[in-house]
């Protein structure tokens, strides 16, 4: 069961390519170690987004079996009977996908295949209709599924790829073969759906770089904190380590002995404090000189430890 996590393991080779990752530019290809990471830490919430997606894009597409009631009364009954069955139809699938934890791509693959069968299907039936002048106006709507992946789903871009293309060729191929719409309706109609294609990759591979780049961020503020809590500590634990042993220093032993009252007052437990002294050390430091004094004190440290 993939689980989203607000921290990630901040190893050094992943320290390595968040530096590498953040100084390419933003058309470079992102980092496929880092890419996982994004998807394996966002998974929960793209289940909910393709959970949520898939519901407002079906209702949507149902509800605008309205217009073919008004536009196409004669196959109204079949286009609105197609509406139904594949908007249920791939919901029961992603419902049940869902809750056998399936993995994202697959959710992300059926939300796309519902894209891709629930604008052909419709475009399938409503070619059969006898008002197809009416349809030579409505089918200008097709740019709403070319723009499902970016709108509902956060797709990769080479599902979006897919996707928008295969509806943008659909209906581009309807338009050109149609009889009842003239050559220059014809072209504009097919530059509009060819611009709305480049637009909606567009957005797609933005959104997902401004995804990437934002993770790549937070990583970022992550490795710095990280780097900041380290440092501190070393620092720390410096200002509490006398240099020559190793052992805690008199502010250290201060503090711990401080804490010690504090818990003895609070119970009944008995405390103790041994004071140890050399002596004759400072004759043995000033006949031998410093080194030997420190010699001693290192030999000194090492038994009491």
Known sequence: MEKATSQVDLSNDVARRVVEAHKRHRWSAPDPVLLAMLASKNAAANRHNVRWGMAVAVVSYIAYGVFDVFLFPDVAGQLVLTRVALGLFFIAILEVAIRLQSPVWFLHAVAATAIVVGSGGWL???????????????????????????????????????????VTLAYCAYIFQSEYISSETKLILISLFTNCLVVALYLSWRLGVERYRAFINSLRAQLQEQAAIEKGNELIEIAYTDPLTGLKNRRAIQRAFAEMRQDWAQSDDEIGLILLDVDHFKRYNDHLGHQAGDACLMILSKALS
């Open 124 to 166: 399938a039936v409503a070619s059969q209709t006898i008002y197809q002048t009416y349809l030579s106006y409505f089918i200008i709507f097709g740019i709403v599924f070319i723009f499902g992946g970016t709108l509902y789903f956060n797709f990769r871009l080479w599902v979006s790829i897919i996707v928008a293309t295969s």
